[in-house]
């Protein structure tokens, strides 16, 4: 099967439940989803959906702010560069095995730029 571009929302909700799906099985960052932020998925996902659709295609309904769920999650578990960099590594991965093109490149920049920051953002906080 030949890959393609992310084009529109359904390959954003793709991308996002094949992405979680090995999050959520993952040895190193797990348990930070399921027993630290206790994540309620059913609930989670359609605002991630929102969220990558806003970035991706200018589509989405996201409002939030994501920096203040995560500085509240770091203050029950500090979150670190080896959750930052594995998190990155599951969604690289799951863009690489599904889409390729322009806005699946985008998708990686923009969790790179995005991890880098709340990393920074995190370190700051924990010191």
């Not at 030949?2 to 979680?20: A, C, G, P, T």
């Not at 309904?61 to 960099?85: I, R, S």
């Not at 690289?92 to 920074?120: P, W």
């Amino acid at each position: 099967m030949s890959k393609k571009d992310i084009s529109n929302k359904e390959d954003v909700q793709l991308l996002v439940d094949s992405f979680y799906a090995k999050v959520l099985k993952d040895d190193i960052i797990a348990y930070i989803f399921t027993d630290v932020a206790k994540l309620n998925v059913p609930e989670h996902m359609p605002i991630m959906y929102n969220f990558w659709a806003t970035i991706l295609l200018s589509k989405g309904t996201y409002v939030g702010n994501p920096m203040d769920k995560h500085f509240a999650l770091n203050e029950k578990e500090a979150l670190k560069k080896e959750h930052f960099d594995r998190w990155l590594k599951l969604w690289f991965d799951t863009v690489d095995e599904l889409f390729t093109g322009s806005k699946a490149e985008e998708a990686k920049t923009r969790a790179s730029t995005i991890g880098r920051l709340m990393l920074f953002k995190m370190e700051e906080a924990n010191h």
